[in-house]
């Protein structure tokens, strides 16, 4: 290669941040090496036969200095410079077969974790739910007998109330740990069919929320003409039971509203409430695992709602978003595009 050729090679090859070769291809020779394969493949690789197939890729292994092994795979193209034909070989630096093995093996074990703690997921909330059953079924029972016996007064009703209340919130959250651990463990599957969001809150609120003990009720406010959207029901179901529920849980005198806007080409889902709002700074991590604001001590829960809300309307085609202002209330807001 001619001193100016060399010169204006060896420019362009020190701007390349890989390692860059360029190689006579009948005898094998590197003719000019950059800096980035230098310092991989030592000073030497400069002049020195590659005894390799140059074909689309191969591979060379470090020759500097080092104690650890690198192999740098290389893509080769032909290139002409001043009328004669070189290879061009740029490489990628990958780790050793050891690095890799244990890479893989740090892979595997972690799966196998993750399975673990899946499985260990799944068999508690299976197991709870057994006594939790038989503990309502014999609250019921008691709480029937009183009756018959007249004997009920204030405080056998406050406190088959308060065991009934806490029954219900270990189950949903059983139900909440039973759902993400299928999430995890990717055994849940999207069947999508038609549906009539306007009948499935209609359900929704008359079988959960339209016998409260604060007299409070859901506002249901429906503005366009009502169009059916592909969504899995029983999710679908999920994600409203958990954002109206919310809504009732964290306000305390005002009634919470859902609006359903049926638009040209989308159904926008609003359930707002007059509550506690959130802080600002925890917004951004509102949709994580056993994520909860900061100011919602006091107030059952386990973080777990929000994130499966979130998978369940993404795995859907939908989309959410949330606006809150501390002490004055929070909006969420669900699109779901019609078939």
């Known amino acids: 290669m001619k001193p100016q050729h060399y010169i204006k090679v060896t420019h362009l090859l020190n701007g390349i941040k890989e390692p860059v070769l360029i190689i006579e291809p009948t005898e094998g020779i590197v003719e000019k090496a950059n800096k980035a394969a230098i310092d991989k493949l030592g000073l030497s690789v400069t002049g020195k036969t590659l005894n390799v197939p140059f074909k689309d890729e191969f591979m060379l292994v470090s020759d500097n200095g080092s104690n650890e092994e690198t192999h740098i795979g290389f893509s080769a193209n032909r290139i002409s410079i001043a009328q004669k034909e070189y290879i061009l070989a740029i490489g990628r630096t ?13 892979l595997e074990q972690e799966k196998a974790l993750q399975e673990m703690k899946t499985n260990f997921m799944s068999m508690t909330s299976h197991e709870f739910r ?17 009756k018959l016996d007249s004997m009920m007064n204030p405080f056998y009703q406050q406190n088959i109330l308060k065991i009934s209340n806490e029954v219900f919130n270990l189950n949903t959250m059983l139900d909440e740990i039973l759902t993400l651990s299928k999430i ?22 008359y079988q959960y929320f339209s016998e409260r003990k604060d007299e409070r009720k859901l506002e249901v406010k429906v503005v366009g003409e009502p169009r059916k959207i592909p969504v899995d029901k029983e ?45 600002q700074k925890d917004i951004p ?29 993404e795995m859907n085609g939908g989309e959410i978003k949330v606006t809150s202002e501390k002490g004055k209330g929070t909006k969420f807001s669900l699109t779901f595009r019609y078939a």
Do not use: M, W
């Open 94 to 106: 990958s780790d050793s077969e050891q690095q890799l093995r244990i890479q893989l093996r740090n």
């Open 235 to 279: 999710q679908f179901s999920k994600i409203l039971t958990n954002l109206i529920s919310n809504a009732f849980k964290y306000s305390t005198h005002e009634n919470p509203q859902i609006k359903l806007h049926y638009h040209a080409h989308k159904l926008v889902i609003s359930i707002s409430d007059h509550g506690i709002g959130i802080p």
């Open 285 to 313: 991590h509102l949709f994580n695992s056993f994520y909860r604001g900061s100011n919602v001590d006091g107030i059952d829960g386990t973080g777990l709602g929000l994130a499966i809300v979130k998978t369940f309307t």
């Open 130 to 146: 057994t006594p939790l059953t038989a503990i309502a079924a014999a609250v019921d029972l008691l709480e029937t007998r009183i």
């Open 184 to 205: 995890v463990s990717n055994n849940y599957e999207v069947n999508k069919t038609p549906v009539n969001a306007v009948k499935v809150i209609d359900y929704l609120n």
